[in-house]
């Protein structure tokens, strides 16, 4: 079975600028979550999606935005960057179904490494 | 709010002893425990977790206890190689009420002195 794939791997904006991450979940996967990774805050939640729809959120501003499609891929939008989005984006997909004590395994794909200048 | 903290930082053994990270989080109603492992240039990877309904899960040379009332989980690696040299983050998660982000440890960073 293939892994999550996630694509670009790298990506250089410029301040002001916006971008946009896609992100493939494991097949039959139908949750995809958003994660932010720096040397100095470690892992971050941004969102999470299940069944096109977002189901948690983390602390972030609204620049940061995201969506799922009806074949469960996901893409992520970073409006008006600035320096301090620089940082590795992780994806991650989870086979959970929506149900109260539904453990949640989820798998990580490369990331996409995005520097803003 | 909601955190995990883990320990210690970084974490230099020689090859062949036993490497030990621990974690402690904050929220009672955590019930998931997961253990990744990240190598340079590449996403986390899921070694072993463990359920709250669970002491220890063993898996070859990687073990993972869970104290539930002290709030803490550890993971144990033996006989440590020198691919385990990585960076180690354990998490916590709660699947009540719909919410199942993961809280993450600033990770460790071990390497495995041959």
């Known amino acids: 079975k293939a892994g999550v794939t996630q694509t670009p791997r790298y990506l250089i904006k410029t301040r002001g600028q916006q971008v946009t991450l896609s992100c493939s979940p494991i097949?039959?996967?139908?949750?995809v979550s958003w994660y932010q990774q720096t040397p100095g805050q470690g892992l971050q939640f941004l969102f999470e999606y299940f069944s096109e729809t977002q189901r948690n959120k983390g602390n972030f501003p609204g620049r940061f935005s995201g969506r799922q499609f009806s074949n469960s891929r996901s893409e992520m939008n970073v409006s008006t960057l600035e320096l301090g989005d620089s940082a590795l984006y992780l994806c991650?997909?989870?086979?959970?179904?929506?149900?109260?004590?539904?453990?949640?395994?989820?798998?990580f794909g490369p990331g996409t490494r995005l520097t803003v200048l | 709010g909601e955190n995990v903290e883990q320990h210690p930082s970084t974490l230099s053994v020689q090859e062949g002893d036993s490497a030990v990270i621990k974690c402690t989080y904050s929220?009672?109603?955590?019930?998931?425990f997961p253990w990744y492992k990240q190598e340079l240039g590449k996403g986390p990877q899921l070694i072993i977790d463990?359920?709250?309904?669970?002491g220890e899960k063993k898996d070859q040379r990687i073990a993972v206890t869970l104290n539930k009332t002290a709030k803490h989980f550890s993971l144990h690696i033996t006989e440590t190689q020198p691919e385990d040299s990585a960076v180690y983050f354990c998490?916590?998660?709660?699947?009540?009420?719909?919410?199942?982000?993961?809280?993450f440890g600033t990770g460790t960073r071990l390497k495995v002195l041959a």
């Open positions: 463990i359920r709250s309904n669970v």
């Open positions: 097949s039959g996967h139908r949750s």
């Open positions: 929220d009672s109603a955590s019930n998931y």
């Open positions: 998490a916590a998660s709660r699947t009540t009420s719909g919410t199942y982000k993961y809280i």
């Open positions: 991650a997909s989870s086979n959970r179904g929506y149900l109260v004590f539904s453990y949640n395994e989820q798998f």
